[in-house]
């Protein structure tokens, strides 16, 4: 069984990384290396000589983003396979479609509602502060999915309720200040080309994890 979920989970990854590395060539990508130019000219106007390190333009960046894309694809494909595994139900193409939607729902839509994609430049709050929240709202939005699609009992349903909604309630880290290096605009955009390119991930990670298993299992 290790050995099919290893095999299923990369073939997935790998066919993640194709569909959401070409997306994000053609959404998140020219978004991202537009709010650059913003972030780059502010930074001359102030004389900021040290920068961090950047792939370069082209064929570096595309391969640092693919590589990466997999790296994601199978992370995640391995979190849904062990997570349908667990539950004891049988794994295909439908289920994990089922699954990684969920997936996304919990970890990438609601977390987004209070912490949206950031292009470079966007004044956020601390990092760690951002990140206990993002992890506590995942994982509440998970149990509360969780509870909501296999609680048989209304009391579990209204516990799920509940996981979901508070992390709104308890509010995400606010910024410092609103006032960002880019037109507003690009902000709006770049948070839907994520969003979307988020879903495809999920979905797609699930969709092809379970039929990697399913077919891999029978030959296996």
């Given at each position: ?24 060539l ?53 979190i ?48 760690v ?18 509870a ?20 709104h ?52």
């Amino acid at each position: 069984m290790f050995r099919t979920i290893v095999l299923s989970a990369a073939g997935a990854g790998l066919a993640a990384c194709l569909a959401v590395g070409a997306l994000q060539l053609v959404t998140t990508g020219p978004l991202i290396v537009a709010a650059e130019v913003f972030e780059q000219g502010a930074e001359a106007v102030h004389h900021h000589a040290d920068a961090a390190w950047a792939p370069a333009e082209g064929f570096e960046r595309t391969t640092y983003t693919f590589l990466a894309d997999f790296v994601v694809g199978v992370a995640v494909s391995l979190i849904l396979l062990g997570a349908m595994i667990a539950k004891g139900e049988a794994v295909d193409a439908r289920r994990g479609l089922v699954w990684g939607a969920a997936g996304f729902v919990a970890v990438s839509l609601l977390p987004a509602l209070g912490l949206p994609p950031e292009l470079p430049g966007t004044p956020t709050a601390a990092l760690v502060v951002r990140q206990a929240w993002w992890l506590a709202t995942a994982v509440a939005s998970a149990a509360g999915i969780f509870a909501l699609a296999f609680g048989r009992h209304w009391g579990w349903r209204a516990g799920g309720l509940a996981l979901l909604v508070a992390p709104h309630v308890v509010g995400a880290p606010a910024p410092p200040s609103h006032e960002t290096l880019y037109p507003a605009g690009l902000a709006g955009e770049f948070v839907a080309a994520s969003i979307m390119v988020s879903a495809v991930l999920w979905s797609l990670s699930g969709f092809a994890s379970g039929w990697f298993y399913q077919r891999l299992s029978r030959t296996g």
